[in-house]
């Protein structure tokens, strides 16, 4: 699940990254509506995908209510995916490593 929810995560960024620097300027310096009204109904789907996921993710891997407060606020922020991206990574290392008894 950790793993749909990195993709999830990326693929929101993108396309709140694709919203804010390609179709809010064409729509305030080339007059044109129509790309953020497609880009902002697709961002706004995959948004709440993102926080789907990252509801499920957080009960399962019993995050901290910090880690994920920290994973929400990433998805406000611009290129905040990458940031999570590391912090996941690092997640996913520690739980994915050998057990000692």
Same mark, same amino acid.
């Given at each position: /699940? $950790? *793993? *749909? +929810? ?13 919203l804010l620097f390609i179709a809010m300027p064409i729509k305030y ?11 902002? /109904?697709?961002?706004?789907? $995959? +948004? ?18 910090? +880690?994920?407060? $920290? ?9 905040? /995916?990458?940031? $999570?991206?590391?912090?996941? *990574? *690092? ?11």
């Open positions: /699940m $950790l *793993k *749909k +929810f990195r993709i999830a995560s990326y693929v929101e960024g993108i396309s709140y990254l694709t310096l080339g007059d044109n509506p129509i790309p953020v009204k497609v880009v902002g /109904m697709t961002h706004g789907l $995959l +948004f709440f995908l993102f926080i789907y996921f990252l509801y499920f993710v957080a009960r399962e891997g019993k995050w901290s209510k910090k +880690f994920t407060l $920290l994973a929400f606020i990433s998805s406000l922020v611009p290129f905040g /995916m990458i940031f $999570l991206d590391k912090k996941l *990574k *690092k997640k996913e290392l520690v739980s994915s490593s050998p057990k000692l008894v």
